[in-house]
């Protein structure tokens, strides 16, 4: 996804070949698999182009029952004027204020001559995200109320550059969105934005973000810890902008959940190699089980 600005630090991650054992009592990182593979099976998503218009359509069609906002915008991009859309859905809290989740959804529109799917660049944190809505969806049944915050889920549009990675040239969505919510009063409202990134990947190495909230991530590493998954976390340091940002600027508490070291060397990140069988279930799960356990942590401040 991102021709991105990186600073490494520190040490390299362990290898993530040996997985705790996942029971039923965690997060269904199966189901956020099958999500993903469905999800990748539309082919490539850059913007302006049919599978683009099909992504759009099977997420509006998944979240037809749910508090689906579609945020519509142009963007001004170095190819031109590009309609894009970002989706949020809602599920309503008891306690005053929001929990952002995030990922983006579209594919890297210069990569569109080589069938470059981003089964784990987007797609595997899309059906990440929709395994969770089917949790809160669970929560929220019958016109009840999560317990905590509110939770809402944002597919982003437009992350990825149409030329090459600049401020100006990339996150369209996330850059749209932050704008939007900071003239409405949303931003304020808002306790803490989890990004999801690239965390599909069988061999799971997430790195400690470096613009990320301070506190926020500590949070993260307190729940990977609950879990035993230690080892998959924050090894190794990496500055990186990602759709995290926009938010940070202006004051809103966010984490970039991201793993950027994807193949031998980085070697499958933006090729056409980024297909479903590097992404892990296990992986999933792992995730999903640390979101939600941030979530709690979150609740609890």
């Given at each position: 996804m991102m021709a991105r600005r990186i600073l490494l630090v520190g040490l390299c991650a362990l290898s993530s070949s040996v997985v705790p054992s996942l029971s039923a009592q965690h997060f269904n990182g199966n189901k956020a698999l099958d999500y993903a593979r469905d999800f990748v099976a539309i082919g490539p998503r850059w913007p302006t182009s049919q599978g683009h218009a099909?992504?759009?359509?099977?997420?509006r069609a998944h979240f037809a029952h749910d508090?689906?906002?579609?945020?519509?915008?142009?963007a001004d991009t170095p190819i031109g004027a590009v309609p894009l859309r970002n989706f949020i859905v809602r599920f309503p809290g008891k306690k005053p204020g929001i929990i952002v989740l995030g990922t983006h959804y579209e594919t890297n529109y210069p990569l569109r001559t080589i069938n470059f799917v981003g089964a784990n660049d987007g797609g595997a944190t899309t059906g990440l995200l929709i395994a969770l809505a089917d949790h809160f969806r669970d929560q929220t049944a019958g016109g009840k109320q999560l317990d905590g915050y509110s939770v809402w889920l944002v597919f982003f549009d437009g992350e990825e550059a149409f030329q090459s990675w600049s401020q100006s040239d990339s996150t369209y969505g996330s850059r749209h969105l932050a704008a939007k919510w900071g003239r409405d009063g949303t931003l304020g409202k808002i306790k803490a934005f989890l990004l999801a990134d690239m965390i599909g990947d069988k061999d799971l190495d997430i790195q400690r973000e470096t613009n990320?909230?301070?506190?926020?991530v500590d949070l993260v590493?307190?729940?990977?810890?609950?879990?035993g998954y230690d080892?998959?976390?924050f090894q190794k340091d990496e500055e990186v902008e990602d759709d995290h940002l926009p938010f940070v600027k202006r004051g809103v508490p966010a984490?970039?959940?991201i793993d950027l070291d994807y193949g031998p060397n980085?070697?499958?990140?933006?090729?056409?190699?980024?297909?479903?069988?590097k992404v892990s279930a296990r992986s999933l799960t792992i995730d999903g089980d640390v979101f939600l356990e941030t979530i709690r942590l979150v609740n609890q401040r």
């Amino acid at each position: 996804m991102m021709a991105r600005r990186i600073l490494l630090v520190g040490l390299c991650a362990l290898s993530s070949s040996v997985v705790p054992s996942l029971s039923a009592q965690h997060f269904n990182g199966n189901k956020a698999l099958d999500y993903a593979r469905d999800f990748v099976a539309i082919g490539p998503r850059w913007p302006t182009s049919q599978g683009h218009a099909k992504a759009e359509a099977w997420l509006r069609a998944h979240f037809a029952h749910d508090q689906l906002e579609e945020d519509t915008f142009t963007a001004d991009t170095p190819i031109g004027a590009v309609p894009l859309r970002n989706f949020i859905v809602r599920f309503p809290g008891k306690k005053p204020g929001i929990i952002v989740l995030g990922t983006h959804y579209e594919t890297n529109y210069p990569l569109r001559t080589i069938n470059f799917v981003g089964a784990n660049d987007g797609g595997a944190t899309t059906g990440l995200l929709i395994a969770l809505a089917d949790h809160f969806r669970d929560q929220t049944a019958g016109g009840k109320q999560l317990d905590g915050y509110s939770v809402w889920l944002v597919f982003f549009d437009g992350e990825e550059a149409f030329q090459s990675w600049s401020q100006s040239d990339s996150t369209y969505g996330s850059r749209h969105l932050a704008a939007k919510w900071g003239r409405d009063g949303t931003l304020g409202k808002i306790k803490a934005f989890l990004l999801a990134d690239m965390i599909g990947d069988k061999d799971l190495d997430i790195q400690r973000e470096t613009n990320s909230t301070g506190w926020l991530v500590d949070l993260v590493k307190q729940a990977a810890h609950k879990f035993g998954y230690d080892r998959y976390f924050f090894q190794k340091d990496e500055e990186v902008e990602d759709d995290h940002l926009p938010f940070v600027k202006r004051g809103v508490p966010a984490v970039d959940i991201i793993d950027l070291d994807y193949g031998p060397n980085n070697s499958y990140h933006h090729t056409a190699q980024d297909t479903m069988d590097k992404v892990s279930a296990r992986s999933l799960t792992i995730d999903g089980d640390v979101f939600l356990e941030t979530i709690r942590l979150v609740n609890q401040r």
